[in-house]
């Protein structure tokens, strides 16, 4: 029974369950918490791990992939665990304290609760004269009166005791075991390119199953779904991509003329300044090629994080114009570097001076990818770039919380 359901219709009284067996069970709103932790466990899991064994794969080891996917799992099923764990222990440390104050309020201040019934109730257009009996019913339980509080003013559900421990369980199982979809296959395939692509049909139908089945009852799944969807239909262009060009030296030939035009009216227009800066961070600011580095590699996390923020506070119109707009703009940055290769400068020849930090730099780490489709996407740290001033600007003009509008 919803909680609109136990609203009284015009003309009629609210009445209250005479014993527990005919009241709402507790079940249902916990069943509904483990299936929310379970579909989020599994999306992360198809995710994350699929990506690492992907990178990883390049690398040519089987082994490898195996061991590094199976150490992701690992830590980030103890991670998405020990995340639900905590969530779970502040909204039930929230419910206590907003209790406490409903529970003090209806003893100190039991004629502005009253006034807060009618409010409610005036809502959905119910007159004080009808509202009245239900008033006076909750004045002589007042145990009722702080549920029907917590229920109806603050609409908040009451946590199960081991509701912790059981979504902390939930997550971390549920991450794990859908990280293990896209590994899979480098547990049976010899052949690592075999198994990459096959990791990648598989994963693929595995999300599109998922979100089918799970959408319609779980509306933020269709969001992940699209998110995920997006994604990888964005790698499977761009692998496929990689395999068309592969050995075909005039591609190569020709990013690297475009990179040179590129080049030169860049030092036509004063404004050259790679090289320069390279040069004085590799001589003078070492120290902040590892920082440099994770910013980088964060950029995912950063897109998922702001598209869940404005998912969750943002009108949902303006969201999915935010939405549309970042997918236009990967697909079409994508079709014109697929079209109009660059090669990035710390691929040029030596004779230029640019240091190639992502491969040949003690300082700059490692890589996901070591594989020459590297060349065609020149630009996506200029893509980077503007997609984020877009997501700034878009904080900046919309975000609720003034501190992100700094």
């Keep these: 029974m919803s909680r609109e359901a136990l609203l009284p219709k015009p003309g009629q009284y609210l009445t209250f369950p005479a014993s527990e067996s005919q009241r709402h069970p507790e079940k249902h709103s916990d069943n509904s918490a483990m299936i929310r932790d379970t579909i989020i466990g599994f999306a992360d ?54 209790e406490a104050r409903e529970r003090r309020e209806v003893e100190e201040m039991p004629e502005a609760e009253e006034e807060e019934i009618y409010d409610i109730f005036d809502e959905y257009n119910v007159s004080r004269e009808t509202v009245r009996p239900v008033v006076e019913a909750l004045r002589k339980d007042k145990e009722m009166w702080v ?33 293990l979809v896209p590994m899979l296959p480098y547990f049976f395939l010899n052949d690592i390119h075999h198994a990459l692509f096959t990791s990648i049909a598989i994963t693929v139908v595995v999300l599109l199953i998922f979100g089918y089945v799970k959408a319609t009852k779980f509306p933020f799944l269709i969001e992940i779904w699209y998110w995920n969807l997006t994604y990888w239909v964005y790698q499977l262009a761009r692998a496929l991509t990689a395999t068309l060009i592969r050995n075909n030296d005039a591609v190569f030939a020709r990013a690297e003329a475009h990179a040179l035009a590129i080049l030169s009216l860049e030092k036509r227009l004063h404004i050259a300044i790679e090289l320069p800066l390279q040069q004085y961070i590799l001589n003078h600011l070492l120290w902040l090629m590892p920082i440099l580095a994770n910013i980088y590699y964060s950029h995912i996390t950063v897109g ?10 943002l009108p949902p119109r303006t969201y999915r114009t935010i939405r549309r707009t970042l997918a236009t703009n990967n697909a079409l940055a994508f079709l014109v570097l697929s079209t109009h290769r660059v090669t990035p400068p710390r691929l040029l020849p030596p004779s230029y001076g640019y240091v190639d930090i992502l491969h040949h730099s003690a300082a700059s780490g490692s890589a996901w990818t070591h594989n020459r489709f590297q060349l065609t996407i020149a630009a996506m740290p200029s893509l980077h770039f503007g997609t984020a001033l877009f997501l700034a600007a878009c904080l900046a003009r919309f975000a609720p919380h003034g501190w992100l509008r700094v």
Aim: proline share 2%; net charge neutral.
């Design 45 to 98: 899991g198809l995710t994350v791990p699929f990506a690492l064994t992907a990178g990883l794969s390049s690398i040519g080891s089987t082994r490898l992939v195996i061991l590094g996917g199976l150490a992701e799992l690992f830590s980030g099923a103890i991670s998405m665990g020990l995340g639900a764990y905590l969530a779970a222990v502040t909204e039930s440390k929230t419910y206590q304290v907003e």
């Design 304 to 313: 998922v994080a702001f598209l869940v923020y404005t998912y969750t506070y």
């Design 147 to 179: 549920k029907f509080m917590m229920d109806f003013e603050l609409k908040l559900e009451k946590p199960a005791l081991n509701r912790a421990w059981i979504s902390a369980l939930v997550m971390g199982l549920s991450y794990f075991l859908g990280g």
